[in-house]
Nanobody, 114 residues
Framework: EVQLVESGGGLVQFGGSLRLSCAAS????????MRWVRQGPGKGLEWVAT????????SYADTVKGRFTVSRDNAKNTLYLQMNSLKPEDTAVYYC???????RGQGTQVTVSS
């Protein structure tokens, strides 16, 4: 059974940092491109960042470029999202997602106070 379990969310002040993790199991994590997406209050899903299977190719939404960094540790079957210089508009539920089929975890809430 494919499982993606996000963690690391919480409440942080404007300008603060958080590091999200996504623990993957039930599939060959190291062979899948992965991405982070988010859903803000009253909004649809928004793509945040993508990383290829070996971690050599990264891409970011313009709204987070220069502030967020996606990475992975294939030995630990874990995806990460380092979020710096957080803004209130980053408030959302963050999900890790398999690029191929869109399967995602239950999400982790990030709230940025102004």
């Amino acid at each position: 059974e494919v499982q993606l379990v996000e963690s690391g969310g919480g409440l942080v002040q404007f300008g603060g940092s958080l590091r999200l993790s996504c623990a993957a199991s039930g599939f060959s994590f190291s062979t899948y491109d992965m991405r982070w997406v988010r859903q803000g209050p009253g909004k649809g899903l928004e793509w945040v960042a993508t990383i290829n299977a070996v971690g050599s190719s990264l891409s970011y939404a313009d709204t987070v470029k220069g502030r967020f960094t996606v990475s992975r540790d294939n030995a630990k079957n874990t995806l990460y999202l380092q979020m710096n210089s957080l803004k209130p508009e980053d408030t959302a539920v963050y999900y890790c997602q398999r690029f191929l089929d869109g399967q995602r975890g239950q999400g982790t809430q990030v709230t940025v106070s102004s």
